[in-house]
Structure formats: C-alpha cells, structure tokens
C-alpha cells in the first residue's frame, strides 16, 4: 500500500513563502492527488488537487492565485508551492491521493501531515 510522507512545513512570516513536499512510496498508482490543511478546532478542508499528468489542477477560492500545485511523477513527489501567506494559512498540512475532486472522504490515502505556521 502506497505510504505519503509530508515535508516543507515550518514558521514564516506573513507574505512569505513555503514549498511543502509529498513523496510516495511503495506502489503507486495513476490517480489524481491533493492536498487538504486543518486548523485547529476546524475540519480538514481542501486546498488544491492535481491530475496524474499534472495537466489540470484545481484550488480552493481562500488559494487560489496564491498556492501552486505540481507533481513530478519521476520522483514520485508533489508539491505545495505556497506564496504570500497569511496567518488565516496556519493549520496542519496533508497530502493525500484517491481523486480529483474536493471531498475529504472520497481519497484513500493519507499522509500524516507538516505544520504551517505563519505570524502576523
């Protein structure tokens, strides 16, 4: 079963930038992946999804313009590109892989998740 392992995560200032890190292991499969954030006492919401190729991607309204998804199939690892972040970005960060859509539970595999911190 395919694992995914966050990485990237850490404290920026607010209007700075983050990239953050999926890589799979074990055995992959062509499907489209995500990523979702969770704020404390929030439910996880989605935040940006890709296609297996990369050539179609989606985001949240609250990311868009802002958040760049991409992937590199080679190195079995997506990205989170994040830029001018706000403090309302802070949560808990997750990739996750299943679909291409905005449900938290139509995916069926999990990371475990970095922590975004941004300060005012």
């Known amino acids: 079963q395919v694992q995914l392992v966050e990485s990237g995560g850490g404290l920026v200032q607010a209007g700075g930038s983050l990239r953050l890190s999926c890589t799979a292991s074990g055995p992959t499969l062509r499907s489209s992946m995500g990523w979702f954030r969770q704020a404390p006492g929030k439910e996880r919401e989605f935040v940006a999804a890709i296609t297996w190729a990369g050539s179609n991607s989606r985001y949240a309204d609250s990311v868009k313009g802002r958040f760049t998804i991409s992937r590199d199939n080679a190195k079995n690892t997506m990205y989170l590109q994040m830029n001018s972040l706000k403090p309302d970005d802070t949560a808990v960060y997750y990739c996750?892989?299943?679909?291409?859509?905005?449900?938290?539970?139509?995916?069926?595999?999990w990371g475990q998740g970095t922590q975004v911190t941004v300060s005012s």
């Open positions: 996750a892989q299943g679909t291409y859509n905005s449900l938290v539970a139509d995916f069926g595999s």
